[in-house]
């Protein structure tokens, strides 16, 4: 079974799971999100849940100055995550998001 068909059996979308951090981090050794997406910056540690994009610190920061009605920011490696976010993040990813923004 692979990472995303046992995330998706777990019970509620709202509930955190456990091994967040040990997910995000498999899928951000993929070389596209091995840098940040509005930057370049190497080996970035924040996320946006509502893009499935992951960032470095400075562009965190822009992010999170927007509001969370438009980017939800949490750390890839301190923040606990919801079921519903990881999902979010592992369909998703920068170059995913790098192919529909230029579009």
């Given at each position: 079974m692979t990472d995303m068909e046992s995330i998706k059996k777990m019970p509620g979308a709202m509930e955190t799971v456990k091994d967040a951090n040990a997910q995000l981090t498999k899928h951000?050794?993929?070389?596209?999100?091995?840098?940040?997406?509005?930057c370049n910056a190497k080996n970035p540690?924040?996320?946006?849940?509502?893009?499935?994009?992951?960032?470095?610190?400075?562009?965190?920061?822009?992010h999170r100055s927007l509001?969370?009605?438009?980017?939800?920011?949490?750390?890839?490696?301190?923040?606990?995550?919801?079921?519903?976010e990881l999902v979010a993040m592992l369909v998703g990813g920068n170059g995913r998001a790098r192919d529909f923004f230029t579009r």
């Open positions: 951000r050794m993929k070389p596209d999100n091995r840098v940040c997406f509005d540690t924040w996320a946006s849940c509502t893009y499935g994009i992951y960032m470095c610190l400075d562009c965190a920061g822009h509001g969370v009605h438009l980017t939800f920011v949490r750390s890839a490696e301190l923040d606990t995550w919801k079921r519903h």
